[in-house]
């Protein structure tokens, strides 16, 4: 069988995925019936709907010729990787170093994922976001954000 | 009068101290953040609302509200000057007015754009007046079956915006109405799909599916395609005012664009980007007069009808979500979420439990258009000088204020990392071609769509007839499958396509 729409292919293979995986997950829960719907009741036959359309986006982009073969293109991997990775870092980081340590970390660290990188702008762009988070979030609206690592001083 | 009892309460609030400046920090940012591309109303909303946790719910509202009317203002600039859309409602307005500005008359193609907003903006608040009180006493008949086919009708309607397959589209929806069921049954109070996770025991935030998908799945896919090459017509930003000539073209455009975006607005899935595909397809549908230059080529009209078509659909969209409590958009279903942060139930009694923030908002946004055709038309060479930044310093500042809103809505790493996780997951939507606009309104309207399908279903006993042996449920229901008819219309189909083309 041959792929006529790569995006097509895989979006489908996605959707029947999720559809069937949270169909599955509701059998852990009570169906009820029509007339007392139970918890599982309305995801149930959501996650069925969604795999039938799975289905429907599967076999267009099995039978239908698509000019091109929609293909993916070239992924941009860093940038992906080392945005997800800075974003999930910060969270890691934050409560541990405090926001005037996690911040210029995350700045520099996100600015990487950009193919124009040069470090004295980094650098530079890392210390006014950071003055300008503390000065926004931490001065202005008050937020309660840590500020230096637990156990240092304020 | 009530109505003018009603504005008066409106203008009264919109007049405090507190709500102008909260209004004009809207614009002001809507402005900015229109100006520059890659960072759109629906990231920014996302970002502010943790910081409207400190804020009344009036003046919280009258921001958001102002940075998303706002946006549609700064958009027209950047497609003119650069030829980029700042923002998605614009891309029709770079094609004919990136073409005027090229002939040195950038001026009065921002003039047109300026001022053809706030000829719209005044309308479309004149048509929430309007509108919003019969709209809000029909609501009030509704019963759950009723609500459930009204939500069935805006999630099919949401499709239409969605570029590219259909069945994409509503598989998206469905797929955000899965992630929202993962919460803690109303009814039974069971946790579902928790993984034993205490954090999702109150659902995902809807905050980190909005910023991980536009927030940084936007500049991951930004990041990928290669730098842009970008012509800024800033020189010639000179003589603003339009000749007589563009002023007779184009006020006959302006009043087309505005009725057009008046409606569309209002429509389940419309809002300001279908309504000004459709104004740049009605005027270049209508004969030219002698001597005007093809739409295409720097005509005024293809500037100034989508223009005032987007600002009147923005307004306009806030009919059903204020009304009914439905959104219409993504904007919109942020602003929902806006309201629960701040304990207000969306919904038909928001008007009579909540007056002050009800006409406040819609006064302020009369206010908000005045401020914005003084921000946009003398200070416009300030907005020139902004788009001179480029992406590389702009998107590690996105990121960051990201990440702060994230850990401030619960004061904990676990919605930074939700974040990151659905940051990955909107790279691959964007790479896939599924659009994440229509996930994030299944999303939102998840819960309520399974809470009131429950209790229309515990009402009738079971019976699924319910939905259409009632007249309103069943009206209801009909709309949404002739719009299903209509979309798979071959002559639709391939013009949505046309349409969609340029993003």
């Given at each position: 069988?041959?792929?006529?729409?790569q995006?097509?292919?895989?979006s489908?293979?996605?959707?029947?995925?999720?559809?069937?995986a949270?169909?599955?997950?509701?059998?852990?829960?009570?169906?009820?019936?029509?007339?007392?719907?139970?918890p599982a009741y309305?995801p149930?036959?959501?996650?069925?709907?969604?795999?039938?359309?799975?289905?429907?986006?599967?076999?267009?982009?099995?039978?239908?010729?698509?000019?091109?073969?929609?293909?993916?293109?070239?992924?941009a991997?860093?940038?992906?990787?080392?945005?997800?990775?800075?974003?999930?870092g910060?969270?890691?980081l934050?409560?541990?170093l405090?926001?005037?340590i996690?911040?210029?970390?995350?700045?520099?660290?996100?600015a990487?994922a950009?193919?124009e990188?040069?470090?004295q702008?980094?650098?530079?762009?890392?210390?006014?976001?950071?003055l300008?988070?503390?000065?926004?979030?931490?001065?202005?609206?008050?937020?309660?954000?840590p500020?230096?690592?637990?156990?240092?001083?304020? | 009068?009530?109505?003018l009892?009603?504005?008066?309460?409106?203008?009264?609030?919109?007049?405090?101290?507190?709500?102008?400046?909260y209004?004009?920090a809207?614009?002001?940012?809507g402005?900015?953040?229109g100006v520059?591309?890659g960072l759109g109303?629906?990231a920014t909303?996302?970002?502010?609302?943790?910081?409207?946790y400190?804020?009344?719910?009036?003046?919280?509202?009258i921001m958001?509200?102002?940075i998303?009317?706002?946006?549609?203002y700064?958009?027209?600039?950047t497609a003119?000057?650069?030829n980029?859309?700042g923002?998605?409602?614009?891309?029709?307005t770079?094609?004919?007015?990136?073409?005027?500005?090229?002939?040195?008359?950038?001026?009065?193609?921002?003039?047109?754009a300026?001022?053809?907003?706030f000829?719209?903006?005044?309308?479309?608040?004149?048509?929430?007046?309007a509108?919003?009180?019969p709209?809000t006493?029909l609501a009030?008949?509704?019963?759950?079956?009723e609500?459930?086919?009204?939500?069935?009708?805006?999630?099919?309607?949401?499709?239409?915006?969605?570029s590219?397959?259909?069945v994409k589209?509503?598989?998206?929806?469905v797929?955000?109405?899965?992630l929202?069921?993962v919460?803690?049954?109303?009814?039974?109070g069971v946790?579902?799909?928790g993984?034993?996770i205490?954090?999702?025991?109150?659902?995902?935030?809807?905050?980190?599916?909005?910023m991980?998908?536009?927030g940084f799945?936007?500049?991951?896919?930004?990041?990928?395609?290669?730098a842009?090459?970008?012509?800024?017509?800033?020189?010639?930003?000179r003589?603003?005012?339009?000749?007589?000539?563009?002023?007779?073209r184009?006020?006959?455009?302006v009043?087309?664009?505005?009725?057009l975006?008046?409606?569309?607005g209002?429509?389940?899935?419309?809002?300001a980007?279908l309504s000004?595909f459709?104004?740049?397809?009605l005027?270049?549908k209508?004969?030219?007069a002698?001597?005007e230059?093809p739409?295409g080529?720097?005509?005024?009209?293809g500037?100034?009808?989508?223009?005032?078509a987007n600002?009147?659909?923005?307004q306009?969209?806030?009919?059903?979500m204020?009304?009914?409590g439905?959104?219409?958009?993504?904007?919109?279903?942020l602003?929902?979420g806006?309201m629960t942060?701040?304990g207000?139930?969306?919904?038909?009694?928001?008007?009579?439990?909540n007056?002050e923030?009800?006409?406040g908002?819609?006064?302020?946004?009369w206010?908000?258009n005045?401020?914005?055709?003084?921000?946009?038309?003398?200070?416009i060479?300030?907005?020139?000088r902004?788009l001179a930044?480029?992406?590389?310093?702009?998107?590690?500042?996105?990121?960051a204020?990201c990440?702060?809103?994230?850990?401030?809505?619960?004061?904990?790493?676990f919605?930074?990392?939700?974040?990151?996780?659905?940051?990955?997951?909107g790279?691959?939507?964007?790479?896939?071609?599924?659009?994440?606009?229509?996930?994030?309104?299944?999303?939102i309207?998840?819960?309520?769509?399974?809470?009131?399908?429950?209790r229309?279903?515990l009402?009738s006993?079971?019976?699924w007839?319910?939905?259409v042996?009632?007249?309103?449920?069943?009206?209801?229901l009909?709309?949404?499958?002739?719009?299903?008819?209509v979309?798979?219309?071959?002559?639709?189909?391939s013009?949505r396509?046309?349409?969609?083309?340029?993003?």
């Open positions: 069988m041959k792929i006529k729409s995006k097509d292919f895989w489908g293979l996605l959707f029947i995925g999720a559809g069937t949270f169909a599955w997950g509701a059998t852990h829960y009570r169906f009820g019936s029509s007339a007392q719907p139970g309305f149930f036959g959501l996650g069925l709907l969604l795999a039938l359309l799975g289905g429907i986006v599967l076999f267009k982009a099995l039978t239908l010729e698509v000019e091109g073969g929609d293909r993916f293109g070239r992924w991997l860093r940038p992906w990787l080392v945005t997800v990775a800075a974003v999930a910060f969270g890691w934050l409560p541990r405090g926001l005037i996690a911040m210029p970390m995350l700045v520099a660290a996100s990487l950009g193919d990188f040069r470090w702008e980094a650098l530079i762009n890392a210390a006014v976001l950071t300008a988070c503390w000065a926004i979030f931490a001065l202005g609206l008050k937020l309660a954000l500020l230096w690592p637990p156990g240092w001083g304020g | 009068m009530d109505l009892h009603h504005l008066a309460l409106g203008f009264e609030v919109a007049f405090t101290a507190q709500n102008l400046a209004a004009f809207g614009v002001l940012l402005t900015l953040i520059l591309p109303p629906v909303i996302a970002m502010l609302l943790p910081s409207i400190s804020l009344d719910a009036t003046p919280a509202l958001l509200a102002g998303y009317y706002g946006a549609q700064g958009g027209s600039t003119i000057l650069i980029v859309p923002e998605a409602s614009s891309v029709v770079a094609i004919d007015g990136y073409q005027m500005a090229r002939q040195g008359r950038a001026g009065p193609a921002l003039a047109a300026g001022l053809g907003s000829f719209a903006g005044c309308v479309g608040t004149v048509v929430i007046v509108f919003a009180p709209l006493a009030f008949q509704f019963g759950p079956a609500y459930f086919s009204l939500m069935v009708l805006g999630l099919i309607g949401a499709v239409v915006l969605a590219g397959s259909l589209a509503v598989a998206m929806i797929l955000g109405l899965l929202g069921q919460n803690t049954d109303v009814i039974s946790q579902r799909y993984f034993g205490a954090e999702l025991s109150d659902g995902i935030s809807f905050v980190a599916i909005a991980g998908v536009f799945g936007e500049i991951i896919a930004n990041l990928g395609r290669p842009e090459h970008r012509e800024v017509f800033t020189k010639s930003v003589g603003l005012w339009p000749t007589k000539d563009d002023f007779r184009a006020w006959p455009a009043l087309r664009g505005t009725g975006g008046s409606l569309l209002v429509l389940p899935g419309g809002g980007l000004s459709a104004a740049y397809t005027e270049k209508l004969r030219l002698p001597g230059v739409l080529a720097g005509n005024i009209r500037v100034a009808g989508p223009e005032s600002n009147a659909g923005a306009t969209s806030f009919i059903p204020l009304t009914l439905i959104p219409p958009n993504a904007v919109m279903a602003m929902v806006a942060i701040k207000i139930q969306p919904g038909p009694q928001v008007m009579t439990s007056p923030l009800f006409w908002l819609i006064a302020s946004m206010i908000g005045a401020m914005l055709v003084l921000l946009n038309l003398p200070l060479g300030l907005w020139v902004l930044v480029p992406y590389r310093l702009l998107f590690p500042a996105i990121a204020f990440c702060i809103g994230l850990y401030t809505l619960s004061n904990s790493a919605d930074v990392y939700m974040g990151a996780l659905f940051g990955f997951v790279y691959l939507f964007h790479k896939l071609g599924c659009e994440p606009a229509p996930l994030l309104l299944g999303f309207l998840g819960p309520m769509m399974e809470e009131n399908l429950r229309a279903l009402l006993r079971g019976d007839g319910t939905f042996s009632r007249p309103l449920s069943a009206g209801l009909g709309a949404a499958a002739l719009l299903v008819v979309v798979m219309l071959p002559s639709i189909r013009k396509q046309v349409a969609f083309q340029g993003e």
